[in-house]
């Protein structure tokens, strides 16, 4: 019973426990020197708790800073876009991004999209110009977060201390198994997600041409 846990464990470390990985690609010929301000418009996608929304929005702020860019401040985006009745939740498409961009009056603007929120997290951003909507940067990425570990390491004890009077390994693995998908939804945003979104986010960026 004892190797059907170390050997389940062991197995699930290696799925779930993974690197990020990103790429991301410049409008050509293009000069980003003439971007000044830009506004992170929305985060868009399965995440719908605004702390989240803000700190993933945070972590492109602080690469933009890197970069030698002058962002708009999060909560100065929803501000304006709100006195100049722009819902930025409604935002479907490019040209709708590159509207608000004059709301605000800045050059160029960025909105994020997150299809993937949970053991594994997915991220796209686009740099939209203002003027005629075309993308000048986009980037994407990815990597899982390795929270399921924790759950997966409960579950096992949990699933040994009930079928240890039977020493059934097919039901410790089930047991274990159970536990797991039990665990994985509903969750919020957790410390390792936080620290994987930044990670993902700053591999995006690395590419994202710089104004200095």
């Known amino acids: 019973m004892k190797t059907a846990i170390t050997s389940f464990l062991f197995l699930s470390m290696v799925f779930f426990y993974g690197c990020s990985s990103a790429e991301s690609y410049s409008k050509a010929g293009y000069d980003f020197k ?10 868009l ?3 719908s708790n605004e702390s989240a929304k803000n700190q993933i929005a945070d972590y492109f702020v602080m690469e933009l800073l890197k970069k030698g860019y002058s962002p708009v401040e999060r909560s100065q985006v929803q501000s304006l876009l709100k006195e100049q009745k722009f819902q930025a939740s409604g935002i479907t498409s490019d040209q709708e991004v590159a509207q608000a961009g004059r709301v605000l009056n800045v050059p160029a603007v960025i909105v994020v999209n997150i299809p993937k929120f949970n053991e594994e997290i997915s991220l796209t951003a686009k740099m939209i110009d203002v003027q005629d909507a075309s993308i000048l940067w986009m980037g994407s990425g990815s990597g899982t977060t390795g929270k399921m570990l ?13 079928v240890a009077v039977t020493g059934d390994d097919d039901s410790v693995i089930g047991g274990i198994a159970g536990g797991v998908l039990g665990g994985v939804a509903g969750r919020a945003l957790s410390p390792q997600e936080a620290e994987k979104a930044r990670e ?9 041409p710089s104004r200095m």
């Open 34 to 43: 003439q971007v000044d301000k830009v506004a992170v418009i929305d985060v």
């Open 45 to 47: 996608g399965v995440v």
């Open 150 to 162: 924790s759950t997966i390491a409960g579950a096992a004890v949990g699933a040994a201390a009930g």
């Open 200 to 208: 993902i986010v700053k591999k995006i960026c690395v590419s994202l």
